[in-house]
């Protein structure tokens, strides 16, 4: 993660941040994921019947996709130097574009968009995450992750 001093964060804000390093999501992650939370609709975990589906395949979870945000993320975010801890604050809006069909690559694109201090030693990052599909014009989804940092 780079790190800046504080009273240098706002010089980012509006500025495309960087894309992380391409992620397969394959049918072992998507299996994962639908025994981690329950969530067995066969349009994830059955190959046989997805393929009969408009997808043509099986497809990730819209919440998988969502969850890779904080790894995706990590190379890229400018934090504040001095940082304690980083802790997820939550989501401002997301909006899910297009499935991501098994075994397809996404790289996530960061761009910050806000930083505000919420208390003193507390600054809240909104960023636009943007989770790009390999070969595709659309992406996967558009976020505005939050990110509190503890200086």
């Not at 609709?41 to 009969?52: L, S, T």
């Not at 995450?129 to 659309?138: C, F, P, R, Y």
Request: hydrophobic share 40%.
């Amino acid at each position: 993660m780079p790190y800046v001093p504080v009273a240098e964060l706002n010089d980012y804000v509006g500025k495309e941040l960087g894309r992380s390093e391409w992620l397969t999501i394959d049918q072992e992650r998507i299996n994962l994921f639908a025994e981690a939370t329950g969530d067995y609709q066969f349009i994830h975990v059955d190959p046989v019947k997805a393929a009969q589906t408009p997808f043509g395949s099986t497809i990730a979870h819209g919440f998988l996709s969502l969850s890779l945000i904080p790894k995706l993320m990590e190379d890229i975010l400018i934090l504040p130097e001095g940082l304690k801890m980083v802790v997820n604050y939550g989501l401002d809006s997301v909006r899910f574009i297009q499935p991501v069909k098994v075994n397809s690559n996404v790289r996530l694109k960061v761009d910050l968009t806000e930083v505000s201090e919420k208390k003193p030693g507390q600054w809240l990052l909104k960023a636009t995450a943007t989770l790009e599909i390999e070969g595709s014009d659309k992406p996967a989804y558009i976020a505005e992750p939050l990110s509190l940092c503890f200086v």
